[in-house]
């Protein structure tokens, strides 16, 4: 399934190109910026280890806080979002502690030049915001990777029950997944079938 998606996403470039300029119009995306939904950076790495955390929205990084906090100052913090709103938050409250990106968009060649750029030693993804091509590539490339405060709403699980072996296949690349209650844990262990 992974490989239809990522030769459907591969077909969609030309519309996915067309909604990120037409987002850019309606204020949605950074015109200076937008490049990085590509997996380019006009930032150059600095030495030393890169922990990536991917942190979607506001809420998101909110509960990445203590994460940053204890690791800033001893690696470089690179931290990705979706939205405007969350950029805005990490350039106002932790501007001198991380390197913010723009989360490339879930297509494999743009991945692979984000990877390639920040090679990161360690990967923390907050919550549940599961990219297929993403995930794969953490897993090819053997990056140590975990998935912390995750959380499964009913209607999350209902769905995903559909599909098990699909969110299975996604979340292998983590070596630790870290839930945010018992019941969350019960539903992940049921749709992964690991510890």
């Not at 204020?27 to 590509?38: A, D, I, L, Q, V």
């Not at 930032?43 to 990084?61: Q, T």
């Amino acid at each position: 399934m992974i490989v239809l998606y990522k030769y459907l996403g591969i077909i969609l470039i030309p519309l996915i190109k067309l909604n990120l300029f037409f987002r850019i119009l309606k204020g949605k995306e950074y015109k200076n910026r937008f490049f990085e939904r590509y997996g380019v950076s006009n930032i150059k790495k600095p030495k030393g280890n890169v922990i990536w955390i991917h942190a979607a929205s506001v809420g998101e990084f909110k509960s990445a806080d203590l994460l940053i906090n204890l690791l800033y100052k001893n690696y470089i913090i690179l931290v990705t979002t979706t939205t405007l709103s969350a950029a805005n938050f990490a350039s106002k409250h932790y501007d001198n502690k991380i390197i913010h990106q723009f989360a490339p968009l879930d297509i494999s060649f743009w991945v692979e030049k984000f990877l390639n750029k920040w090679q990161p030693k360690l990967v923390i993804w907050i919550e549940s915001d599961l990219w297929p091509i993403t995930m794969r590539l953490l897993k090819q490339k053997s990056i140590k990777s975990l998935l912390v405060n995750v959380r499964m709403s009913p209607q999350s699980f209902k769905k995903w029950k559909i599909i098990k072996f699909f969110y299975k296949q996604m979340t292998e690349c983590f070596s630790e997944i870290f839930a945010q209650s018992k019941l969350d844990r019960d539903r992940i262990k049921t749709l992964t079938n690991r510890n």
